[in-house]
């Protein structure tokens, strides 16, 4: 399987899928592909008939002194298990062809941004809309889907289909684990041994603090406070961990009924940034 690299190549094989009457489900990705991943081709195989995934690693989402150096490119593996899935198409450009000449236009994210990865990662949501932005032009797809592990991307992204009346209903996929629960993510690759089995406990203290939650404990924060207290005594340091609305992503108090939560995390260890949530519904 070879990667398509222009836009015009892209879109006509688009344009040949269609005239043969398929519909298109298409994953976006950074590649280093994971059981994640392909979690999410299998999942836009059973909403369209032809998956169409790209890989690309857009600068435009990494802050400077983030690890856009160093994230993992491995096209060729990527590629053979694209193939193994039966995706129809990836679609995998370079930065000249992605953002050529000067862009003149960006897009601001308004409050949803203002916490979890939104706080911490200045201009990080804004490179994703710009990108998915353009592929969503570019492929032009029925379906999209995306991982739950980048919950606050979904959302966003959410917002973004609604504003921007873009003909695509996106499905959200739901997070793929290792045995010991820590969600698949090509950062894994960072981590040392000793920090590997460390990893998981980010989703013990969520999965802690979501039974606490169910069990109908009411000083959430509490709880939190005592999940960080333990995570960083293990070594972990805290970036967020807490609860927050699912419609405005900010943090809130207290449960109410008819609501839905996240219970979501982000964490160093080491230099590595872990993030992972649970979903609440009341
Ligand atoms: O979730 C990701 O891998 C990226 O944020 C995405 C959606 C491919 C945009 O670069």
Do not use: W
Not at 98 to 110: F, H, N, T
Not at 152 to 159: A, H, M, N, P, S
């Amino acid at each position: 399987m070879k990667a398509i690299k222009s836009i015009d190549d892209i879109r006509k094989r688009v344009k040949s899928l269609r005239e043969d009457g398929k519909t298109i489900g298409f994953v976006p990705t950074m590649g280093a592909l994971h059981e994640g991943h392909l979690s999410l081709f299998r999942l836009a195989q059973q909403h369209a008939d032809e998956v169409v995934a790209s890989i690309y690693v857009n600068p435009e989402q990494f802050a400077p002194g983030e690890d856009f150096e160093e994230y993992p490119r491995e096209l060729d593996d990527d590629l053979a298990k694209c193939k193994e899935e039966g995706v129809a198409a990836v679609f995998a450009p370079s930065d000249n062809i992605m953002y050529s000449g000067r862009q003149y236009l960006s897009i601001e994210v308004d409050e949803l941004n203002k916490y979890m990865d939104g706080g911490s990662r200045p201009g990080f949501f804004e490179g994703i809309l710009l990108i998915v932005n353009k592929l969503f032009n570019i492929i032009e797809p029925d379906i999209a889907v995306f991982g739950q592990k980048d919950i606050q991307q979904f959302r966003i992204l959410q917002q973004m289909v609604k504003e921007f009346n873009h003909d695509v209903q996106l499905v959200m996929g739901p997070i793929k684990r290792a045995n010991d629960g820590l969600a698949l993510s090509s950062r894994n690759a960072y981590l040392d041994a000793e920090q590997r089995k460390l990893a998981p406990g980010l989703y013990r203290s969520l999965q802690y603090v979501s039974k606490q939650i169910e069990e109908g404990a009411k000083n959430i924060q509490l709880l939190l406070d005592h999940q960080k207290s333990e995570l960083e005594e293990k070594g972990f340091k805290i970036d967020y961990l807490n609860l927050f609305s699912f419609g405005t992503m900010a943090p809130v108090e207290e449960i109410e009924y008819d609501n839905k939560y996240l219970l979501a995390g982000a964490v160093y260890l080491g230099e590595t940034r872990l993030i992972d949530n649970c979903i609440i519904e009341k």
